[in-house]
């Protein structure tokens, strides 16, 4: 299965090609099937899961109010009044927040009075260092605001407080370490996906040495940094709060694959490679390719990748650490480190090489598995009752983040 670019699908057009009145139709049906799964005791979590994987997402943000705090379990109910004093003057993040939110202008909307959005500004400073203080075993990473703010910004203050809270110490959690190690180890997952679907594009990347610490600011701000349109960022949370903790390295992988043509374009070596993977383009087809994350997911769960991703993490390629990576982006054709690389990866290539097997599932095997992982609408009413009572590990967050 190979993803190549389609001319028909794009960022600005109807969603998949659905006429505007369908869409209408079919948004109209799907905001009172949200409003049904929330009206009833208790809250059809599964059925909300469904539709924020579903295409169009959760449609807006008033629904996101309502919604995301369910996907989190969340009770909103005990929401805090006035977040603690004089934690600035004390925290020890508290300088390097302040730096990276006065960074964050671009993640505000267009046209925002200053005042306005100074004022979130200091509302969302105060969100991360609360969030810090009462969870001391977290730690502050450059990226983590970029996620806080999408949060304020749909939910406000109070509420975005609570739900960030829970997500930082489940979603977010590995990137919230005192090391990197984790955060690596689920970059290293995304070599291993692209070989399972394009072996052409896994070894043209190898060859490079480009490694994945391209797409290290698309993990660790869930794609919030890199894309510019708010509503494509907004689209991607309600499906990442909707799935498995490591969805967001699925996406990272679709994209790559996407982009097929211009990745075996390139000219092979590691800074080409990686100047070209790192300037995401703004034009993605995201439904398209969130649909196809999650039947990536399917089709290659984390537990089939989890040796591999392992394996992945022992590897010294030229991008594999930060100061290689910095020294050979120093260089204008960093030749040298690549051939001093190329010959300690040989063997190692070669084995996965011989090892790589791509299993075809029967299609009703799938479609069971999609049903129990939520990843579809279409299914059936036999689907709809495997998701209300499989999901049971979906409303508690009760997740193991690798095999």
């Given at each position: ?12 057009s109807?969603l ?31 059925a909300?899961?469904?539709?924020a ?13 309502r ?6 379990n ?15 003057e ?54 983590y ?30 990137f919230?370490?005192p ?20 072996p ?11 490694g ?26 309600d ?10 390295i ?53 537990s ?12 010294q ?35 996965a090489?011989?090892q ?48």
């Open positions: 299965m190979y993803l190549k670019k389609s001319k028909s699908i794009g960022a600005s109807p998949n090609g659905i006429g505007k009145q369908d869409w209408n139709s079919r948004r109209k049906r799907k905001v009172g099937e949200i409003s049904q799964a929330l009206s009833v005791t208790p809250v059809d979590v599964a909300l899961r469904r539709m994987i579903s295409e169009g997402g959760l449609l807006t943000d008033e629904i996101r109010c919604v995301w705090p369910k996907l989190l969340v009770n909103t109910d005990d929401l805090p009044e006035k977040l603690a004093e004089g934690l600035r004390n925290h020890k993040d508290y300088h390097q927040v302040l730096l990276d939110v006065r960074r964050s202008l671009r993640r505000f909307p267009p046209g925002m009075p200053d005042d306005q959005r100074e004022g979130l500004q200091e509302e969302l400073i105060d969100i991360i260092l609360h969030v810090l203080d009462r969870n001391p075993q977290l730690y502050y990473y450059q990226g605001h970029d996620i806080v703010v999408t949060f304020l910004l749909v939910l406000g203050e109070r509420l975005a407080t609570v739900l960030v809270e829970k997500l930082s110490t489940h979603h977010l959690r590995d919230m370490d090391t990197m190690d984790n955060t690596k180890h689920i970059l290293n997952y995304l070599m291993p996906i692209i070989e399972r679907v394009n052409e594009v896994h070894d043209f990347m190898q060859q490079a040495e480009v994945t610490i391209f797409a290290l600011s698309w993990l660790i701000t869930w794609f919030g940094h890199v894309l510019s349109d708010f509503r494509h960022v907004v689209r991607l949370y499906f990442f709060l909707a799935c498995h903790p490591l969805m967001p699925y996406f990272a992988a679709v994209i790559v694959l996407y982009r097929e043509e211009e990745v075996l374009e390139c000219e092979c070596d590691m800074a080409s490679v990686h100047h070209l993977l790192s300037q995401i383009p703004q034009d993605l087809p995201y439904e398209m390719l969130i649909s196809r994350a999650g039947d990536l997911f399917v089709q290659f769960p984390p089939e990748l989890a040796r591999e991703a392992t394996q992945q993490h022992s590897q390629t030229a991008a594999s650490t930060f100061k290689d990576f910095e020294l050979a982006s120093a260089q204008q054709r960093p030749d040298s480190v690549l051939r001093r690389r190329r010959k300690e990866q040989a063997a190692l290539a070669e084995q090489q011989a790589a097997m791509v299993v075809a599932r029967p299609r009703a095997k799938r479609l069971i598995r999609l049903a129990v992982m939520g990843l579809t609408v279409a299914l059936g009413a036999a689907a709809l009752a495997v998701v209300n009572t499989a999901l049971e590990w979906a409303p508690k967050l009760d997740l193991q983040f690798f095999p």
